[in-house]
Antibody, heavy 120, light 106 residues
């Protein structure tokens, strides 16, 4: 079955850019039936949708983060990525990647999550 | 669109029937999903399109509702069901999750 795995630095300094990548296994990221999404969860808190990208480059962002987010897809590596600029301690969270089916936008497969701490 | 879940937490016993509600601040048709999350784990999709059971999810889970009011029901609570549950609206952007309901052992 499809597997997703996030990777990237677990510690980022304030004002720098957080960069994460999600590798998709046992499924093609070029399959037109899916969006590829990022979600985060602040420690002990609920879930926040960050945005998602379609392999054609169509992107939907959460407006609360839109000015700082860049999403991209690398079909040759079967990966998609998140860059979040100008981070502060408020961006400390567990970041998840997920696959999203088009029809009902259900988030059906998730990565295990990666904790990113923003601290000097 | 804001989603309000209630209760925020509940205590129940194995075998109990549990109902969690999710209210949307405006109508979202049936574009609603439910997820289960255990500590330190990723959320798991339970229900989509308000009432469609995701493949592999036990039939004791069910969802209902349309418009603004939705429910997730666990017909007979099992030990592995103690977790947090989140609703998510998928009708309009930004996609949003409810605040969560933590189901604890009584």
């Amino acid at each position: 079955q499809v597997q997703l795995q996030e990777w990237g630095p677990g510690l980022v300094k304030p004002s720098q850019t957080l960069s994460l990548t999600c590798t998709v296994s046992n499924g093609s990221i070029s399959n037109g039936a899916y969006y590829w999404s990022w979600i985060r969860q602040h420690p002990g808190k609920g879930l926040e949708w960050i945005g998602y990208i379609y392999d054609s480059g169509t992107i939907y962002y959460n407006p609360s983060l839109q000015s700082r987010i860049t999403l991209s897809v690398d079909t040759s590596k079967n990966q998609f990525s998140l860059r979040l600029s100008s981070v502060t301690a408020a961006d400390t969270a567990v970041y998840f990647c997920a696959r999203v089916r088009h029809l009902w936008l259900q988030f059906d497969y998730w990565g295990q999550g990666i904790l990113v701490t923003v601290s000097s | 669109i804001q989603l309000t879940q209630s209760p925020s937490s509940l205590s129940a016993s194995v075998g109990d029937r549990v109902t969690i509600t999710c209210r949307a601040s405006q109508a979202i048709s049936n574009y609603l999903a439910w997820y289960q999350q255990k500590p330190g784990k990723a959320p798991k999709l339970l229900i989509y399109a308000a009432s469609t059971l995701q493949s592999g999810v036990p039939s004791r889970f069910s969802g209902s509702g349309s418009g603004t009011d939705f429910t997730l029901t666990i017909s007979s609570l099992q030990p592995e069901d103690f977790a947090s549950y989140y609703c998510q609206q998928l009708n309009s952007y930004p996609l949003a999750f409810g605040g969560g309901t933590k189901v604890e052992i009584k």
